[in-house]
């Protein structure tokens, strides 16, 4: 079953409005990070977030791990229309891994002007 | 700062054709390196990895196979596409096993 999992799928708001995007997954891990996928194209990374840290922050965006609740949130806070893109949770595992990602199925964000 | 480049950027062929999709990356040496499928709207599925040259571990058993013939290019392969192929191709590199992964533009395959 999939290792990550985000919640909610979708998510519509105001320019301005705060978003807030969760994921959660099964197993232990060395990481987990947020990544951004504008319609049709790549992947942008946005913060890497390690298993020994509770909180970090880049910008307008706030990333906070729960190891014990095994879950993740990714805050964006006042929205932007360019900020409409799906938004990816991925984790390395903890041990006996190669450093793949193993990804949720994502959030898609509609920021509305 | 490392750049990856895919090419084509899209890609129409027929069932039993052949395909041949590439990544090369600049500005790190000695990069792990992965390609990743996409299927429409959804998340991204490990395909391939490779921690140097001439080592490629695959991840899911399936028509594809890749190759790394030196250190920062990175192929995809098929001898004959299904139409399950088709996706968003998305090659990706990191530093460490561990580290952030960057990933190049894609490459959208469709199999008619």
């Known amino acids: 079953s999939q290792q990550g999992e985000e919640d909610p799928q979708a998510l519509s708001i105001q320019e301005g409005e705060n978003a807030t995007m969760n994921c959660s997954y099964k197993t232990s891990i060395n990481n987990l990070q947020w990544y951004r996928q504008n319609s049709g194209r790549g992947l942008v990374h946005l913060i890497l977030i390690r298993s020994n840290e509770r909180e970090k922050h880049s910008g307008r965006l706030r990333v906070t791990l729960d190891t014990s609740k095994k879950s993740s949130s990714l805050l964006i806070t006042a929205s932007r229309a360019a900020d409409t893109a799906s938004y990816f949770c991925?984790?390395?595992?903890?041990?006996?891994?190669?450093?793949?990602?193993?990804f949720g199925q994502g959030t898609t964000l509609q920021v509305k002007p | 700062s490392q750049t990856i480049h895919q090419w084509p950027a899209t890609l129409v062929q027929p069932v039993g054709s052949p395909l041949s999709l590439e990544c090369t990356v600049e500005?790190?040496?000695?990069?792990?390196l992965y390609w990743y499928r996409q299927a429409a709207g959804r998340g991204l599925q490990l395909l391939f990895y490779s921690v140097g040259i001439g080592q490629i571990s695959s991840e899911v058993p399936q028509n594809l196979s890749a190759s790394r013939p030196q250190d920062r290019q990175f192929i995809l392969s098929s001898k004959k596409l299904l139409l399950s192929d088709s996706g968003f191709y998305l090659c990706a590199c990191s530093r460490g096993r561990t580290d952030t992964q960057y990933f190049g533009p894609g490459t959208r395959l469709t199999v008619l």
């Open positions: 991925a984790t390395v595992l903890g041990s006996g891994n190669t450093g793949k990602l193993i």
């Open positions: 500005g790190t040496s000695n990069p792990n």
